[in-house]
């Protein structure tokens, strides 16, 4: 899978993108490239990383039970795009991304719209939570 593109949508392969944010190689330096990663490991169903990519105060208590039906659920990750990014750059503290994922469960063609919000913790960004659309 490395050379393949991101599934993120970045055009770049997943080695040079995601896979090094996911693998704790390198640190996304936007709250976008944070959610791109957040994607690309629901895609490879990577479940640390996404506990660890949370806020720890907006986790819930059920959170990684949670992620994991739901990723057992979905029968294809079809595509992330990204609608508007503000803010979240390496000089922010804060970051709002709104985005579209399209996703299958079984025959189903399904879609998710969400506006969520980063922040920096530790000097990493990490998303807070969303609001669906
Ligand atoms: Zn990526």
Redesign the pocket.
């Known amino acids: 899978m490395s050379n393949l593109p991101?599934?993120?949508?970045?055009d770049?392969s997943?080695s040079k993108?995601?896979?090094g944010?996911i693998r704790g190689k390198r640190v996304p330096e936007t709250a976008e490239?944070l959610m791109?990663?957040r994607?690309?490991a629901y895609v490879i169903g990577n479940v640390p990383y996404l506990l660890e990519s949370r806020h720890p105060d907006f986790i819930t208590e059920n959170e990684a039970l949670d992620i994991q039906s739901w990723i057992k659920d979905v029968t294809s990750w079809d595509k992330l795009e990204i609608l508007v990014a503000e803010k979240g750059t390496a000089k922010d503290k804060l970051g709002w991304v709104a985005f579209n994922v399209f996703f299958h469960q079984g025959d189903r063609e399904e879609s998710m719209c969400e506006y969520s919000r980063f922040s920096r913790l530790n000097g990493r960004w990490v998303y807070e939570e969303g609001e669906l659309d």
Do not use: Q
């Not at 991101?6 to 970045?10: I, T």
């Open positions: 991101c599934p993120c949508g970045s770049v997943f993108c995601c896979d944010y490239a791109r990663s994607y690309t």
